[in-house]
T-cell receptor, first 112, second 110 residues
């Protein structure tokens, strides 16, 4: 079992609300990632972090923001949710020097 | 940066038949190629990987082949079972991050 946890699993929220998607890992991994997965399956990297106080934007432009204050925690925040933010959000982590990623189970966000 | 292409996007096979998914990559410096399986309602899970100094790797019914010269790698699933139905992603490791293919939805028909 992967030791990376995402909460909530499902979220339905109204337009304009502020939301934070939580991601925590207990493996001591340095690197963490957020992916947005569209209904067509494709994974789009939106944010990543190589360690505490390090955050970078990914390949897909996103209105979300992230923070990395603790190694194990990498929350993603949407200040004002819109229907276009409706998607599946996947968090992943990897150890420095390791090659593969461990994924969480995802948060399915619906903005109405 | 790295660009990974994956084909086909959907694949249906009869139970017991083989399934093959193919990927190509662009960066000749990539040296690690994992495959992930994503079941409904779950995150992708690593099922097999191969490093650039190896041409083939097998794990029971799953095998991966790598052709570095042609810059392509493939996933082979033999004796498919209904529980193999899922979305499969290939990936290639660039300088720092993994670059994922666009996914293949495999359906195994009982």
């Amino acid at each position: 079992e992967a030791d990376i946890y995402q909460t909530p699993r499902y979220l339905v929220i109204g337009t304009g609300k502020k939301i934070t998607l939580e991601c925590s890992q207990t493996m001591g991994h340095d690197k963490m990632y957020w992916y947005q997965q569209d209904p067509g399956m494709e994974l789009h990297l939106i944010h990543y972090s190589y360690g505490v106080n390090s955050t970078e934007k990914g390949d897909l432009s996103s209105e979300s923001t992230v923070s990395r204050i603790r190694t194990e925690h990498f929350p993603l925040t949407l200040e004002s949710a819109r229907p276009s933010h409706t998607s599946q959000y996947l968090c992943a982590s990897s150890k420095q020097g390791a090659r593969g990623y461990t994924f969480g189970s995802g948060t399915r966000l619906t903005v109405v | 940066g790295e660009n990974v292409e994956q084909h086909p996007s959907t694949l249906s096979v009869q139970e017991g038949d083989s399934a093959v998914i193919k990927c190509t990559y662009s960066d000749s410096a990539s040296n690690y190629f994992p495959w992930y399986k994503q079941e409904l309602g779950k995150g992708p899970q690593l099922i097999i990987d191969i490093r650039s100094n190896v041409g083939e790797k097998k794990d029971q019914r799953i095998a991966v082949t790598l052709n570095k010269t042609a810059k392509h790698f493939s996933l082979h699933i033999t004796e498919t079972q209904p529980e193999d139905s899922a979305v499969y992603f290939c990936a290639a490791r660039g300088a720092n991050n993994l670059f994922f293919g666009t996914g293949t939805r495999l359906t195994v028909i009982p």
